[in-house]
């Protein structure tokens, strides 16, 4: 039981380039999430999806996008890397229903030169 | 809207010397409250939790009470020691206006540093 991991661990990528990063969990959560976490900012929620086929938008979605087709998998896109998207990226997963807990990933670095 | 609102940091401590850690919310409805660690160079871990009002998370020492009154999660611990020194955050999950309580609001972490 891997529990939640996130691919790759590390990048780096020039202004305007794409990626994608792919959260992948095995525990059959149907709630999956993805955080950006800055010096002095905490996490903040990018994107969230509720169910396989669904994704919405959280605090800070701007420049990125999401999609959900499978259950277990999660993936954040960026079509034109910025500067500002310099952060470490943490994907995290829950069950549904009651006030159940939520469990991370263990990052990804991501620099934009 | 939610918010959470922790003790800025950094905290430095000696080993054995008493942690608490300061937390308050707002919240629009009847939150849940949690405490999560993060290790040096690792994701995010569940510490403790409570969910009702008077309710006390506990966990690897450390405890903090649900004070509906005062809108507080306070973490403590008696003796923390050199493995403790780690990310905390205070975070809330409360019931939208859609009925659902499936997001996390954050503070913003405190960093404690714990040496022998």
């Known amino acids: 039981n891997a529990g939640v991991t996130q691919t790759p661990k590390f990048r780096v990528l020039k202004t305007g380039q794409s990626m994608t990063l792919l959260c992948a969990q095995d525990m059959n959560h149907e709630y999956m999430y993805w955080y950006r976490q800055d010096p002095g900012m905490g996490l903040r929620l990018i994107h969230y999806s509720v169910g396989e086929g669904t994704t919405a938008k959280g605090e800070v979605p701007d420049g990125y996008n999401v999609s959900r087709l499978k259950k277990q998998n999660f993936l954040l896109g960026l079509e034109s890397a910025a500067p500002s998207q310099t952060s470490v990226y943490f994907c995290?997963?829950?069950?549904?229903?009651?006030?159940?807990?939520?469990?991370f990933g263990p990052g990804t670095r991501l620099t934009v030169l | 809207g939610d918010s959470v609102t922790q003790m800025e940091g950094p905290v430095t401590l000696s080993e054995e010397a008493f942690l608490t850690i300061n937390c308050t919310y707002t919240a629009t409805g009847y939150p849940s409250l949690f405490w999560y660690v993060q290790y040096p160079g690792e994701g995010l871990q569940l510490l403790l939790k409570a969910t009702k009002a008077d309710d006390k998370g506990s966990n690897k020492g450390f405890e903090a009470t649900y004070r509906k009154e005062t809108t507080s999660f306070h973490l403590e611990k008696g003796s923390v020691q050199v493995s403790d020194s780690a990310v905390y955050f205070c975070a809330l999950s409360d019931i939208n206006s859609g009925g659902s309580n499936y997001k996390l609001t954050f503070g913003k972490g405190t960093l404690l540093t714990v040496n022998p």
């Open positions: 995290a997963s829950r069950r549904a229903g009651g006030t159940d807990t939520q469990y």
